[in-house]
């Protein structure tokens, strides 16, 4: 992600809490309406629908590393992991692989 510097942020921070989306089909239609100005303002071009595309998968990315993560990784302490047996299983056969493979060698 391209940390914005604390100066950039100063202006956009009151406009972008202005907009309070309350549901997901609100923020949908925020971002889809911020990326198709900033589209028609640059030229509205091949290359600024590949710098609107690379925006959206980095702040996905960036958004699941940083939330999303942490979230599952407190819910996964909290419930137990659903894959415990398929990491077990995974394991053995890997075992089982490389047990082969220095049988064949």
């Known amino acids: 992600m391209p940390y914005t510097t ?16 309350e549901t997901a089909g609100d923020l949908n239609y925020a971002i889809t309406r911020l990326c198709h100005a900033w589209f028609k303002r640059n030229g509205g071009r091949y290359l600024q629908v590949a710098i609107v595309m690379g925006t959206f998968i980095c702040a996905a990315f960036e958004f699941y590393r940083r939330v999303a993560s942490p979230y599952e990784d407190r819910k996964i302490a909290e419930n137990g992991d659903v894959y415990t047996e398929f990491h077990k299983e995974v394991k053995a056969a890997m075992k089982t ?3 082969r493979l220095r049988h064949d060698c």
């Open 97 to 99: 692989k490389e047990e």
């Open 6 to 21: 604390q100066a950039d942020r100063a202006p956009l921070d009151p406009k972008i809490d202005a907009l309070q989306p």
